[in-house]
């Protein structure tokens, strides 16, 4: 093989060097449009990284924006729960600063009377006393 090697010499003229040069030219063209191709995907896979982050991003905020307002419904509805115990509490607070009303409540649940006084309870009047206390 050697042998045959040897005896093939190559002709230096301008048709072997237009050869060799163009060949160099594609192989360095080819290697440009390699190396334009690797950049192109690194670019893309970027790229799409990026945008997969900012979309993710994007979702987990929606989720917590999601779970503050649901926390702000159960927080309002306490609240309205609140609000309607206080009204009731400042309700029962004037009744219990209102003489009348105190001496009602003391007699029908502690069973208190006047001085020379007699206390009857009937039915109707137990029944309506423990509607009234359990409001």
Not at 37 to 43: N, P, T, V
């Amino acid at each position: 093989m050697k042998d045959k090697q040897k005896k093939v010499k190559v002709l230096d003229n301008d048709f072997y060097r237009q050869q060799v040069a163009s060949e160099k030219q594609k192989k360095a063209h080819s290697r440009k449009l390699k190396n334009h191709r690797l950049k192109m995907r690194l670019i893309y896979g970027v790229a799409c990284l990026v945008t997969f982050l900012c979309l993710w991003s994007v979702g987990k905020n929606l989720w917590q924006t999601h779970l503050v307002k649901q926390q702000t419904v159960t927080a309002q509805k306490n609240l309205n729960t609140v609000k309607k115990e206080n009204e009731k509490l400042k309700i029962r607070v004037k009744q219990l600063n209102d003489n009348d009303y105190l001496e009602k409540l003391i007699r029908e649940r502690y069973y208190y009377s006047r001085d020379n006084e007699t206390v009857y309870n009937l039915p109707e009047d137990k029944a309506k006393s423990l509607m009234d206390s359990g409001k």
